[in-house]
């Protein structure tokens, strides 16, 4: 069984930054791909970024580039998202995903993700 449990998310102003984390409770966390995926209100589920299982390939939404960046400790067994020059629309849940992955091809989508978060609120207020 993996949980993902993310942390980080929170109320700040357009143009500032916020990073997310996300811990897993996998045997072997260098086994899974990882991503972060959003949810705005009235929308469907986005893709936002991915990393490969050894963290040599990532992959971004282009509506993200420039500004956010995923990151992993496989020691921690822990992934984040940095985001930085924040944006109202950037509004969303965010989610942590997993994916049982040994390739290092990452696809900015979210098929294969067999294993999900909570979430954690991010609002950017104008």
């Known amino acids: 069984q993996v949980q993902l449990v993310e942390s980080g998310g929170g109320l700040v102003q357009a143009g500032g930054s916020l990073r997310l984390s996300c811990a897993a409770s996998?045997?072997?966390?260098?086994?899974?791909?990882m991503g972060w995926v959003r949810q705005a209100p009235g929308k469907e589920r986005e893709f936002v970024a991915g990393?490969?299982?050894?963290?040599?390939?990532?992959v971004y939404a282009d509506s993200v580039k420039g500004r956010f960046t995923i990151s992993r400790d496989n020691a921690k067994n822990t992934v984040y998202l940095q985001m930085n020059n924040l944006k109202p629309e950037d509004t969303a849940v965010y989610y942590c995903a997993a994916k049982l992955s040994f390739s290092e091809t990452i696809l900015p989508d979210t098929r294969g993700y067999g294993y999900w978060g909570q979430g954690t609120q991010v609002t950017v207020s104008s």
């Open positions: 990393m490969s299982w050894s963290g040599r390939n990532t």
């Open positions: 996998v045997r072997t966390f260098s086994n899974w791909a």
